[in-house]
């Protein structure tokens, strides 16, 4: 057995709170919770499924501004 390998049946268990009542036995990560209760979610470039960007809440706000700008200039340009 290899140092890096740890026996399953000796790892820390996650104890977070299921669904029945009873505690998770899964076993915890560094966080101390298992994969499905401590995880951090990704978002953002970090997220495996992440693009290009063209809706992210900041490019959705340009586009909003942009719009209203347009608009203005249209009714600037119909008063004149």
Known sequence: MSDDSYP????????????????????AMRNGRC???GGASLSGRAHG??????????AQEQRRRLRELLKLAKQFLDRA
Request: proline share 6%.
């Open 35 to 37: 994969r499905m209760h």
């Open 8 to 27: 399953m049946h000796q790892c820390k268990r996650c104890g977070a709170r299921t669904r029945t009542g009873s505690p998770c036995m899964a076993p």
């Open 49 to 58: 499924r992440y693009k290009h960007g063209e809706f992210t809440k900041a």
